[in-house]
């Protein structure tokens, strides 16, 4: 199965390394990833992943929700 993850973050760079560790420690790989400042203080994270399943997306959405740089953290099924 292929998920985009979808946050709003902080605008600063070690955030992505933070939210991509959280698949490395899952076993899940990263097909894409993209970072997009929206103002001085935002920014937009989108991470495509696949070979995942709602557990483990769960799982990372959980963890994401308790770092404190990331305001709001979803996940989207993009295939069945």
Do not use: H
Request: glycine letters at 2%.
């Amino acid at each position: 199965m292929k998920y985009r993850l979808e946050a709003t973050v902080s605008a600063r760079v070690d955030i992505l390394n933070r939210i991509t560790t959280l698949f490395i420690q899952k076993g899940l790989p990263v097909e894409s990833v993209n970072y997009k400042v929206i103002d001085d203080r935002l920014a937009k994270v989108e991470l495509i992943c696949s070979d995942a399943d709602d557990i483990r997306m769960d799982r990372i959405i959980n963890q994401a929700d308790n770092m404190v740089d990331i305001a709001q953290v979803q996940y989207i099924k993009l295939d069945k």
